[in-house]
């Protein structure tokens, strides 16, 4: 689904220049549920950020369903995250101003589809992730867990073939958090390829293959057990195992 090699990226801040990202080969493969955990500071959310198009890289490539992203500009790098890349936050990013309903349908409408589709599509994904009733409160109305829940919905509504997902429970509690697993989990079994950024070891342990990044770089790539309680795992592929893996947490 999405192919990175020999991907650089430095952030020229205030302060001294910081290389979030080390040189990193990496391959998604479509239906996937790959777990990216490690330490703060160690690259994840600047990993996730290239690969959806969000910041680019100082060198390096991305594949995007077989085609190299390369060439492409920040205008078809919009279309694809518009169309084919849905994205989560852990503060949601929701449009505060836009109802529940408007926050939803707006991709869809973005991405070309006519207004009845869009309608259709947002009560289907609001109905399915428990939220019908709630299409004319704003964002500001609502907890925690129903933002994100509104946010995944934005996020899904275009049926991407990726989803994208930084700390999506980094701000609920844990029935929140329990929520958008449950989620994550029940999207992920229907085929939908996710890659997660993570602290949180529960979550790490509904994918299929945790990445443990350090530094920069890729320390560990382990496959799970399909079902496995986290540490229950295979050896990992390139040594290591996800016991470390898990504990590398902050
Ligand atoms: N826009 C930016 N400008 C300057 N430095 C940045 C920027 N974004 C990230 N960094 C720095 O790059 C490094 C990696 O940050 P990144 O957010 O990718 O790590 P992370 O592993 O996701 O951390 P956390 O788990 O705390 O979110 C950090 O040292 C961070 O301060």
């Known amino acids: 689904m999405v192919r990175a090699e020999g991907l650089v990226k430095t ?4 302060g001294a220049p910081v290389t979030a990202v080390r040189g990193v080969d990496l391959t998604v493969e479509r239906g996937e549920f790959v777990a990216v955990t490690g330490p703060s500071g160690a690259g994840k959310s600047t990993l996730l950020h290239l690969l959806g198009g969000l910041q680019k890289p100082d060198s390096g490539r991305i594949w ?6 390369d060439p492409y500009g920040e205008a078809r790098w919009a279309v694809l995250r518009r169309r084919r890349i849905g994205i989560v936050f852990q503060f949601f990013n929701l449009v505060s101003n836009l109802t529940v309903a408007d926050n939803v349908e707006l991709p ?14 947002r009560a289907e994904l609001l109905a399915e992730l428990g939220l019908t009733g709630k299409e004319r409160s704003m964002p500001g109305e609502l907890s925690g867990g129903e933002q994100q829940r509104v946010a995944l919905a934005r996020a899904l509504v275009n049926q991407p073939d990726l989803l994208l997902a930084d700390e999506p429970a980094g701000s609920l509690d844990s029935r929140g958090t329990r929520e958008v697993l449950r989620l994550l989990s029940r999207f992920h079994a229907r085929g939908q390829t996710i890659v997660l950024v993570t602290h949180d070891a529960r979550m790490a342990s509904a994918a299929d293959r945790v990445i443990s990044f350090f530094d920069g770089r890729i320390a560990d790539d ?19 195992g996800v016991a470390g ?4 947490r902050d």
Not at 108 to 121: F, S, V, W, Y
Not at 232 to 238: K, L, W
């Open 108 to 121: 869809a409408l973005l991405a070309g589809r006519g207004p009845k589709r869009a309608r259709a599509d």
């Open 64 to 69: 995007f369903d077989g085609a190299c992203l």
């Open 11 to 14: 952030h020229h801040g205030e």
């Open 245 to 248: 893996v898990l504990e590398l």
């Open 222 to 240: 382990a496959a799970l057990e399909p079902g496995a309680p986290g540490a229950a795992a295979r050896p990992g592929r390139r040594g290591g």
